[in-house]
């Protein structure tokens, strides 16, 4: 079991940043992939960005340029570094991981972090 506690959400202005960051806990061992998804009313959730622990980098084109994800894998940790925020950026933004097992991949979620940009 892999428990991912997340923190940094918060209410800022447009023009903004915000750091998110995740630590997984427990048993959290061959962790392939960390990053951030986000879901906001309406919407279906939408991944934002990822690391791989090869160091891919997938990033959503709506963020790009705007959002940095880092990770980093000894620690198992993922960082969200958001500038530049807008309105439309508000959202439920949960960490996600991935454990690669002998027989499976098994998803883990966060418990999700508001983030608010509003003048």
């Known amino acids: 079991q892999v428990w991912l506690v997340e923190s940094g959400g918060g209410l800022v202005q447009p023009g903004g940043s915000l750091r998110l960051s995740c630590q997984a806990a427990?048993?959290?061992?061959?962790?392939?992939?960390m990053g951030w998804y986000r879901e906001s009313p309406g919407k279906q959730r939408e991944m934002v960005a990822a690391?791989?622990?090869?160091?891919?980098?997938t990033i959503s084109a709506s963020v790009k340029g705007r959002f940095t994800v880092s990770r980093d894998g000894a620690a198992n940790s993922v960082h969200l570094q958001m500038t530049n925020l807008k309105p439309e950026d508000t959202a439920v933004y949960y960490c996600h991981a991935v454990q690669k097992l002998s027989t499976e991949d098994v998803d883990y979620w966060g418990q999700g972090t508001q983030v608010t940009v509003s003048s």
């Open positions: 690391k791989t622990s090869s160091g891919i980098t």
């Open positions: 427990g048993g959290a061992f061959a962790i392939t992939s």
